[in-house]
């Protein structure tokens, strides 16, 4: 068989990456082999993000500049996937014919068949959404890497070629349907992996060297709450889950995204205490501080029952890391409102925060509300929120400073060194003092930036 290149861009969340490592493996039994530069490509998938108008600009513009490269190739595929591909569809096709295939977000694992389909009968558009999704099993492929000590094995591939750290799918889609929000629509109905399909994931890729998994999910504290997930079909929670995985041998780190605050479970929090391996560090997003505008946004919880809830989570393990993400401007958003979101910042003093301008997305309640927010107001207010924020993750990073931290390596080369402690911070190191990448070495904190730390290996501790 002819060898043929394959480019993938992928845009969006940790889901979206993990799917274009799904796509690209199944198309090395169709022949392709993985390609760096675009413009040398015989398929260009783009795995395209809809949850906010800017992310799906940026996949039209690419698409744009594509259409002029095939002008001059028109041998070249074209293959849209992800979140836009799923909510545009045939309107995509319409707007732009240069495209082969738009494959909807549940029809990845049919890429290979689709794409022999398209050379035969021409363009297609498959985004069926089933509300019945059982979500195939498709195990990572990793090239060897033992993490042992012996200097032979060391040298078996290049470090910095491996991640040491994956994400693991174990849910797609969701039931919130949050007032602002797109994935509902574009990654269809919750539905929860088999808790035996994710552990057999997890087992393979703890058995090729990776140290640290991250189980993914658009709502992870409502895993198994819409379909069997257990064998036996007995009752079995997320927190069941993170204990199995935790036992995993040889799986030194385990972390997990995305938590509604409205689900998060006692039996929940005390798993942070309980389950070994599992990480103190917690994306747990509000959105905003005013009950008015968390209503609206039909986020099922008050600015009081989340400052409980991250209460509970400090007495049970007081160093967590916690992040958040934010909206502001949201429509009927006013001064008041955004000030008790800073105020919630103030209370919280997280470690970090995503926050981004309110964006109408398609065929949500949101979009259809009339009292939106001017753009100038919507841009001061995220100013003002990311300064304060910048300065409260300065001054949490400098309580690390003196402190001696577990650190995951993640680079080793004589131009120094890189790592991610258990709360998740990158940490700057000159050299690695005779360990390798793969390592997990503790650091003593020497310095303390806005993103990042800088520390030495304490090989005495
Ligand atoms: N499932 C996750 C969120 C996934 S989307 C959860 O519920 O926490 C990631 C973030 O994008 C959201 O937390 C929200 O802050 C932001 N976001 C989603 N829709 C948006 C919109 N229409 N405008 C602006 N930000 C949005
Ligand atoms: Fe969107 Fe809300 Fe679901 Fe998160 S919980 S994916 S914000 S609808
Ligand atoms: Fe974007 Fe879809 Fe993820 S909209 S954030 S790629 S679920």
Redesign the pocket.
Known sequence: MEQKIFYIKTFG?QMNERDSEIMAQSLSGYGYVEGMDVNEADLVILNTCS??AKAEQKVLSLLGYLRKTKLSRPTMKICVAGCVAQQEGARLLARMPHVDLVIGTQNIYNLGPLLESVDKEGSRVVTDLRDDYDIPQFLPKLPQRKSGHSGKDRNLQSPSTFQFSKFVTIMQG?N?Y?T????PYTRGREMSRKAKDILEEVKTLVEAGVREVTLL???VNSYGRTNAVAGDGEPYSFSDLLKEVSNIDGLARLRFT???PKDLTDDLVRSFRDVKNLCPQF???V?SGSDRILGRMNRKYTAAEYLEKVKKLHEYIPDIALTT???VG?PGESDDDFQQTMNLLEAVRFHGS????????PG?R?SLFDDKVDEGVKSERLAVFQKRQDEISLLRNSEYVGLVKSVLIEECSDNGAKGRTDTNHIVHFPDCAGHVAGDIVDVRIVHAGQHSLRGEIDNKH
Do not use: E, M, W
């Open positions: 969340c949850i906010r969701c919130n949050c602002y929000c797109v994935v999910g658009q709502n995305t938590s509604n994306h747990l997003p959105q993400d934010i909206i949201f995503f926050s981004f301008k309110y964006s109408d997305r949500t949101a």
